[in-house]
């Protein structure tokens, strides 16, 4: 068990530009979810998965922001055409759906746009 | 206002001192959680309650479902506690968590 793991750790990007970022979660886990944290702010819900459903989605979340797990384990989530109010840190999280799971919690991928 | 509510913002102490931390909740939940986040970013699940008390090593988190409050406290205080403390819920009927602000904590040599 290695944990979450998120690639890459730090993304810079142009403004107009389209970012990628994946998540792996731990391995037997079926819950996994992404949340962007901005400076001085606890993480914000974005979306989660149950197995390769896509359950919920923020309404935070603009049409410029999409996330798949297709085959139920890793997860990406884009940005298309990104704007300097996208800069912060991508936090994907999962669980393994039990009642009383912990989450557990990746190293986030910071995102910086210029 | 916040679903999740915690309070102090931030707080320094000195080495030993006994911390508390509170959380108040406004929505219906399943589950409270209590963070740690070090610089650098990376979050470790301190506690997972649904009801009463549970303690690991100096840290004890407490809920009270009738009130929507949660308190984590840290006993003996030290330097390595600096951290940002931070209480997230899941409420009733979705597994979504919503977090709060979180509680910057400095301990003082």
């Known amino acids: 068990d290695t944990g979450v793991s998120q690639d890459p750790r730090h993304k810079i990007t142009k403004r107009g530009q389209n970012v990628t970022f994946r998540c792996d979660p731990i391995?037997?886990?079926?819950?996994l979810y992404w949340y962007r944290q901005t400076l001085g702010q606890g993480p914000e819900f974005l979306t989660y998965?149950?197995?390769?459903?896509?359950?919920?989605k923020s309404r935070l979340l603009s049409d410029r922001f999409s996330a798949e797990r297709p085959k139920g384990s890793f997860s990406t989530l884009e940005i298309q055409r990104t704007e300097q109010g996208d800069s912060a840190m991508y936090l994907c999280a999962s669980s393994s759906g039990h009642s009383n799971s912990p989450l557990h919690f990746g190293n986030g991928t910071r995102l910086t746009v210029t | 206002k916040n679903e999740v509510e915690q309070s102090p913002q931030n707080l320094t102490a000195q080495e030993g001192e006994f911390i508390t931390i509170n959380c108040s909740y406004s929505?219906?939940?399943?589950?409270l959680h209590w963070l740690q986040q070090h610089p650098g970013g990376g979050i470790v699940s301190l506690f997972m309650?649904?009801?009463g008390k549970k303690k690991h090593g100096r840290l004890i988190a407490t809920i009270n479902i009738q009130e929507k409050h949660s308190s984590l406290h840290i006993t003996a205080s030290h330097p390595r506690d600096s951290a940002v403390y931070i209480c997230a819920v899941s409420g009733s009927g979705t597994y979504k968590y919503i977090f709060g602000t979180g509680t910057r904590l400095k301990v003082l040599a």
């Open positions: 309650l649904s009801s």
């Open positions: 998965f149950q197995n390769e459903a896509q359950l919920e």
């Open positions: 929505v219906g939940i399943s589950a």
């Open positions: 391995s037997e886990h079926n819950r």
